[in-house]
């Protein structure tokens, strides 16, 4: 096994056994170095803005007013109603962001009652 000093050594030298650039299919690419800085999909996956928490989907501007609660986002569910001034819809982790809205409240930062959004 190396030491971190020598496998530092190494590598600063170009000790890694890289020639040059190469293409490859990417099932054939496991395991080794990218030559590039940024790799990027040719499409984006999902192909549609979603929501990385359980919690509430509203508009930022109406800030810690009160929300009329609309229904629910959930993944792979039917599509949610449009969110505008004054309402929110209850989105699920990896749900569709609904149409009109621009921020997602964790669901442990707001509560619900009464069909009502209080953040």
Same mark, same amino acid.
């Given at each position: 096994?190396?030491?971190?000093? #020598?496998?530092? #050594?190494?590598?600063?030298?170009?000790?890694?056994?890289?020639?040059?650039? #190469?293409?490859?299919?990417?099932?054939?690419?496991?395991?080794?170095?990218? *030559?590039?800085?940024?790799?990027?999909? +040719?499409?984006?996956?999902?192909?549609?803005?979603? &929501?990385?928490? !359980?919690?509430?989907?509203?508009?930022? +501007?109406?800030?810690?007013?009160?929300? $009329?609660?609309?229904?629910? &986002? $959930?993944?792979?569910?039917?599509?949610?109603? $449009?969110?505008?001034?004054?309402? *929110?819809? $209850?989105?699920?982790?990896?749900?569709?962001?609904?149409?009109?809205? !621009?921020?997602?409240?964790?669901?442990?930062?707001?509560?619900?009652? #009464?069909?009502?959004?209080?953040?």
């Amino acid at each position: 096994m190396l030491s971190v000093d #020598e496998a530092l #050594e190494r590598l600063l030298a170009g000790g890694l056994g890289m020639t040059e650039a #190469e293409t490859v299919l990417l099932a054939d690419a496991v395991g080794r170095v990218p *030559a590039v800085r940024r790799l990027v999909a +040719a499409h984006d996956v999902p192909p549609f803005a979603n &929501s990385a928490m !359980d919690g509430f989907a509203m508009l930022a +501007a109406d800030g810690d007013a009160p929300r $009329r609660m609309l229904g629910e &986002s $959930r993944a792979g569910g039917p599509r949610a109603p $449009r969110v505008e001034r004054g309402t *929110a819809v $209850r989105i699920m982790t990896g749900a569709p962001l609904p149409p009109g809205a !621009d921020a997602v409240v964790p669901l442990e930062k707001a509560r619900e009652e #009464e069909n009502t959004v209080l953040v």
